[in-house]
């Protein structure tokens, strides 16, 4: 049973320029979010797809985007990269059940280096 | 505006004794807390969670207490072993929220 994937594992960009990651949920799981971790801090909450739709997004510009593939998996788009834009990338799958908590299931995540 | 916080960025236990983590949130809308481990190169691993309607919740060596009215909750490891020294992430959600807030970790280091 595969679980979450991600890709690239590390990147280096410089400023300006554009980046795309991908992400691959664990078998069975139907959402996929995305969290932005810094050096020395937790991961932070950037957005949640499901059924092809953003559902929620935390507070990242509109630099931050997103897509999600009817096979599940999901991309994240980030434009006109600025130095501190440079992070861990985590993507969590889970189950959507509406009202229900759900524990998330972690890749291990894409380091980017904006230089 | 940090609504979960961890403010021991780390602690240092010996192996077979007690590990206890702390978090702290503000956000009275919190119904569900989780806890995460990581280990380098690697992304966070689901430990425990609990319900706002508990007060604790056990699971093997892993116990975690929440305490509503103070909200705060901690997670205790009995007995520690070295395997458990790692990054660990509290984090906390509203169900009709279903994103969570993590906070900024504390580093375990269990020595033999």
């Known amino acids: 049973d595969a679980g979450v994937t991600q890709s690239p594992t590390h990147l280096i960009k410089t400023r300006g320029q554009q980046v795309t990651l991908r992400c691959s949920p664990k078998?069975?799981?139907?959402?996929v979010s995305w969290y932005q971790q810094a050096l020395g801090q937790g991961p932070q909450f950037i957005f949640q797809y499901y059924e092809e739709e953003e559902r929620q997004r935390g507070n990242f510009p509109d630099r931050f985007s997103g897509h999600q593939f009817p096979n599940y998996s999901s991309e994240l788009n980030v434009n006109a990269l600025l130095l501190g834009d440079s992070a861990l990338y985590l993507c969590?799958?889970?189950?959507?059940?509406?009202?229900?908590?759900?524990?998330?299931?972690f890749g291990s995540g894409t380091q980017l280096s904006v230089l | 505006d940090q609504q979960v916080k961890q403010n021991s960025p780390s602690l240092s236990v010996q192996e077979g004794r007690i590990s206890i983590l702390n978090c702290d949130y503000t956000n009275s809308m919190f119904d569900y807390f989780l806890w995460y481990k990581k280990y380098p190169a690697e992304g966070p691993t689901f430990l425990i969670s609990?319900?706002?309607?508990?007060d604790k919740n056990e699971d093997g060596r892993f116990t975690v207490f929440l305490n509503k009215s103070a909200k705060h909750l901690s997670l205790h490891i009995v007995p520690s072993q070295p395997g458990d020294s790692a990054v660990y992430f509290c984090?906390?959600?509203?169900?009709?929220?279903?994103?969570?807030?993590f906070g900024d970790g504390t580093t375990l280091t269990v020595k033999p």
């Open positions: 078998s069975g799981h139907d959402t």
């Open positions: 969590a799958s889970s189950l959507f059940m509406g009202a229900t908590n759900e524990k998330l299931f």
């Open positions: 984090a906390a959600t509203n169900t009709n929220a279903g994103k969570s807030t």
């Open positions: 609990i319900s706002s309607i508990k």
